[in-house]
């Protein structure tokens, strides 16, 4: 399927059992990537909005959420396999639209390290969930 230009955030649907988090994400940004329309390859997941892409904040934000450690551990809890599927991935709890745009604020698509990002995660979440 061909989308047209805008951030999307993709989910390798295999890993290896050697890869240290299950759900590896990155963005695709046109900024980086090119200004053109798009086709992913049917190994990735594509998260989109209604077959367009996501806000830049968002999709960052999304990123970084799914390669958290939170996730990383739930999604071990249900799944004893490597493969993502798009179900398992619909089956997991988000934070909200709001967090996810937080969370993304002012940050590039490049991972910290996964200490930092936790700690990340952690702020975003905790004044989520106390608004």
Known sequence: MLLPTGCYVL???FSAKEERRRIVAAVWDPKTNGDSAVAFENHLNVFHQDGHGLDRNVAVGLSLWLNGS???QYFRTFSGHTQVNASDLRALRYPSL???QALGTGRTSVLPE???LDRL???VIDRDIAA
């Open 11 to 13: 989910v390798k649907r």
């Open 98 to 100: 709001a967090a996810l």
């Open 121 to 123: 995660i952690d702020d």
């Open 114 to 116: 996964q200490d930092e």
């Open 70 to 72: 939170v996730v990383d």
